[in-house]
């Protein structure tokens, strides 16, 4: 599928009665995001672990014109009994859950391990996410349509999955084969999700955003290469509206396909109008999506319905 010129937020169609839940909607794209959404009308839920943050992002986006309420649910990631507690409050509340964004990750932190003994970047970023979305599975399979798009990033293809030191127990461990490995966990999860899906009317999707000034890279001001390649990264970089809107597509594209994987359209994926992008071969190894998602389970004791 080719993007078309010039997609903007502007071509989010109506979200008028759906719900939208997305992780990290307090801050930066993820909150670019949860704006678009309801003022397109979708009654959205900002899944933040700051809930103070969460209850002042959601103040500002009903103030920046939406048309669908905005609500803020408790949830750290790092924690699989507050993703439970979470997860058992909003199917309480909702009905129905049109669209699940799994958004909010770490970045290039130092080691360190969740609640439950995972390591930061994975248990976080895929683990964390993988339990959110099984707890949910059943209200997505019943909201014809539903979408669950989960945020990658370009660097996934930089290492592999070692299964034999998943948490770098042995070593080894470095912040950037961390996330790498963390982001390529996301994509090989909505290529196993989508062939769970694909007797469905709902659809798995990824996306990456690009370039774009947000906090999430706050630590690579720590790192003497950053900051002598941030002006040219900078050049390269986008608005944190624009770097939103390649997770719109995927989440609201009526013609998007289940396992596409959308980002920025210009050179070197860092800006640019949003369109489905090549995966690096690693991230539709099918084997080592089955594996990973086997590993999942019996990790966060999270079993998807059948």
């Not at 770097?243 to 070197?268: C, E, M, N, S, W």
């Amino acid at each position: 599928m080719v993007s078309r010129d010039g997609w903007t937020s502007e071509h989010v169609p109506d979200m008028s009665g759906r719900v939208a839940v997305v992780t990290g909607g307090n801050s930066g794209i993820g909150r670019a995001v949860a704006t678009v959404l309801a003022q397109r009308g979708a009654a959205t839920i900002l899944a933040c672990r700051d809930v103070s943050r969460g209850r002042a992002a959601a103040d500002a986006i009903q103030h920046a014109g939406a048309l669908g309420p905005v609500d803020v649910l408790s949830i750290d990631l790092g924690s699989l009994a507050s993703i439970r507690q979470a997860a058992a409050r909003l199917q309480a509340t909702y009905d129905r859950l049109d669209v699940l964004i799994n958004n909010a990750g770490v970045m290039l932190v130092a080691y360190g391990t969740t609640q439950d003994g995972f390591e930061r970047h994975l248990g976080i970023n895929h683990l964390g996410h993988f339990a959110w979305t099984g707890l949910l599975y059943d209200r997505l399979r019943g909201t014809d349509g539903s979408r669950i798009v989960t945020v990658s990033s370009l660097g996934h293809a930089r290492h592999g999955i070692d299964f034999d030191n998943l948490m770098f127990e042995s070593g080894g461990y470095t912040p950037a084969r961390a996330y790498a490995r963390a982001k390529l966990a996301n994509l090989l999860f909505t290529q196993e999700l989508q062939r769970r899906l694909s007797d469905t009317g709902s659809l798995a999707v990824a996306a990456h955003p690009g370039g774009a000034p947000t906090s999430l890279g706050r630590r690579l001001e720590e790192r003497w290469l950053w900051r002598s390649a941030r002006p040219l990264f900078e050049r390269l970089s986008q608005s944190v509206e624009a770097a939103a809107r390649p997770i719109l597509r995927a989440a609201t594209d009526p013609a998007a396909v289940g396992g596409a994987f959308y980002g920025p359209g210009g050179r070197l994926g860092f800006r640019g109008p949003p369109r489905v992008v090549k995966l690096h071969p690693c991230a539709v190894d099918r084997t080592a999506a089955s594996r990973l998602w086997e590993v999942s389970e019996r990790l966060t004791g999270v079993q998807f319905p059948a």
